[in-house]
């Protein structure tokens, strides 16, 4: 398309959308190969063994870190864990027992409701049975 005198103006040609806006030449390429089509195809091979090198270089680094961090001596490496302690139950038996009744039966009377004797019996279902009763334990598997 040929351009008249008007037609050659900047602002013309700004709005005419078959040039290039900044000048350049849009058949233009960037040769090839990388990111974005940065670089070329002759390059690869060796940018391909450079980032091998340096990914072999930034694994002797950590491993030289980690080494670095390690003791000689084998006593001072070794954490000293701290002992569970289990805690074990003020509550006999007996009171275990009553304490489950209580709480068997407590929404089965009429009227209000005890929260703070609810609470206080709390210790006889808070742990398991199979820690705190032999006997318990036998009448539970036994039930399996």
């Known amino acids: 398309m040929t351009r008249t005198a008007r037609a050659a103006y900047p602002r013309a040609v700004i709005h005419d959308r078959h040039d290039s806006r900044s000048g350049l030449d849009t ?10 089509n940065w670089g070329s195809i002759a390059n690869e091979r060796e940018l391909e ?4 090198e340096d990914e072999i ?19 001072s490496s070794e954490a000293e864990k701290p002992e569970i302690v289990r805690s074990t139950s003020s509550l006999s038996d007996d009171e275990l027992e009553k ?3 209580f709480r068997k039966n407590a929404f089965k009377k009429t009227g209000e ?16 049975p199979i820690l705190r009763d032999d006997k318990i334990t036998r009448s539970t598997s036994a039930g399996l």
């Open 113 to 128: 409701i005890d929260l703070t004797a609810i609470a206080r019996t709390s210790a006889a279902v808070s742990t398991s």
């Open 27 to 36: 058949s233009l390429r960037k040769s090839g190969a990388g990111q974005h």
């Open 57 to 75: 270089h930034d694994e002797e680094e950590v491993v030289e870190a980690a080494t670095e961090n390690v003791s000689s001596s084998p006593t």
């Open 99 to 101: 304490a489950r009744q």
């Open 49 to 52: 063994s450079a980032a091998f």
